[in-house]
């Protein structure tokens, strides 16, 4: 009889066993605070799927991660106490959920995002209400509140053991960014003397979201994301650049989630998700000056290889959900230098001459554009 109750009661043990090694880990939380919003980094060890409520007396945030495992070494709270949140409070809800709790002190708005490579989960808290300003005529923009530039960051993309796109012979995209990422760096400083800060200056990977907080923390007062294009056309061509916001653009979509190394069909039921939402967020991310920028800088580019290389075909300024540009509190961009799934432009990205003269446009275009906005500042004082 007791032989006969072994084998069940094994099984059932079993069972429990792994159900539970099915659970996400959830590894820590960290902090970073910025100049209007506080960032929360929730680490996970795979891709979680979370809910997310906001209730009041007193004002706190919470998110549930559904099927996860908090890790016994995690501490149960995280003082912050910066103006925005008091502190993150972190506990295992039931048996697969582990529950955010984010006890706020000024609360304008928040929005989350689950990421991947690493796996995290991103909550951003905003204390301020940025609203966007009517669309006006370069005549009638005004800028007194836009600070003289001091530091850029230049973000070459991808890097380490993310190549990023990969050309017909083998050409890396993270090679090339970095390559024209360094050059632009030297120009800005050497010409302009501007402090350039570099999200990476050797081959080495960054998480997207570190790389907006790089600059956050520096202080910066442009973030320019250097970036390759690619396409399953091999004939495809051209130059683009990029600020941050929702578009309903598949092949910027499709842009979009390849540098955010996700599905398309995850970037379109993201876009679906954070519809409502990313209009403001654009908003807090200096929306008008990143479109100003990105026209500069696309211009630039455009005009000044056309010089050298004939015909250069201008797919014009485009705004898509960018992780990269999530966050960040200054005029951003990203540039899609050429394509290097194109074996012509793969060609010509591979040669110094052409890599200067990327880096030289791109040097312009951020000239001109303060030089604009310079005398937007002037003649409005």
């Known amino acids: 009889m007791k032989k006969a109750l072994i084998a069940p009661l094994l099984f059932i043990v079993f069972v429990g066993y792994a159900s539970a090694t099915r659970l996400t880990p959830i590894n820590g939380v960290r902090t970073k605070s910025y100049k209007n919003h506080t960032r929360v980094i929730v680490e996970t060890g795979s891709a979680i799927e979370f809910t997310q409520n906001r209730i009041i007396n007193p004002h706190r945030l919470y998110f549930d991660l559904k099927n996860c495992m908090?890790?016994?070494?995690?501490?149960?709270?995280?003082?912050?106490?910066?103006?925005?949140?008091?502190?993150?409070?972190?506990?295992?809800?039931?048996?697969?959920t582990v529950r955010i709790v984010l006890d706020v002190q000024k609360l304008e708005s928040f929005y989350a995002f689950a990421l991947d490579n690493p796996h995290r989960l991103?909550?951003?808290?905003?204390?301020?209400?940025?609203?966007?300003?009517?669309?006006?005529?370069?005549?009638?923009?005004?800028?007194p509140d836009i600070p003289a530039v001091k530091t850029i960051v230049i973000d070459p993309g991808h890097g380490g053991d993310d190549p990023g796109a990969v050309g017909p012979t083998g050409l890396m995209e993270k090679d090339i960014v970095l390559d024209v990422g360094k050059k632009l760096g030297d120009i800005l400083a050497s010409k302009q003397g501007i402090e350039v800060i570099y999200t990476r200056d050797k081959d080495v990977f960054i998480p997207l979201n570190e790389r907006t907080e790089i600059a956050n923390s520096q202080k910066a007062d442009l973030f320019i994301s250097v970036h390759a294009n690619a396409?399953?056309?091999?004939?495809?061509?051209?130059?683009?650049?990029?600020?941050?916001?929702?578009?309903?653009?598949?092949?910027?979509?499709?842009?979009?989630?390849?540098e955010n190394k996700i599905s398309f069909r995850k970037m379109e039921k993201m876009q679906g998700d954070l519809q409502m939402i990313l209009q403001d967020l654009a908003r807090k991310n200096k929306n008008e000056e990143s479109m100003r920028l990105a026209s500069s800088v696309?211009?630039?580019?455009?005009?000044?290889?056309?010089?050298?290389?004939?015909?250069?075909?201008?797919?014009g300024v485009k705004y898509a959900f960018f992780y990269v540009l999530v966050g960040a509190e200054m005029p951003s961009i990203l540039v899609e230098i050429s394509f290097i799934s194109n074996r012509e432009e793969e060609k010509r990205l591979s040669k110094d001459h052409y890599k200067d003269k990327l880096a030289e446009a791109i040097a312009q275009g951020i000239n001109s554009y303060l030089t604009q906005t310079t005398l937007v500042v002037k003649k409005s004082q």
């Open 70 to 96: 908090l890790q016994k070494k995690s501490a149960p709270s995280l003082p912050v106490e910066n103006g925005i949140l008091k502190q993150v409070r972190i506990a295992q809800f039931d048996r697969s």
């Open 122 to 143: 991103v909550i951003d808290v905003y204390d301020q209400k940025q609203t966007a300003p009517p669309v006006k005529s370069e005549e009638d923009i005004s800028g």
């Open 231 to 258: 396409s399953p056309r091999r004939n495809a061509k051209g130059i683009e650049t990029y600020f941050l916001n929702w578009t309903n653009d598949a092949e910027a979509m499709r842009v979009a989630a390849r």
């Open 298 to 315: 696309q211009n630039s580019m455009v005009n000044t290889l056309k010089e050298d290389y004939g015909k250069v075909e201008d797919h």
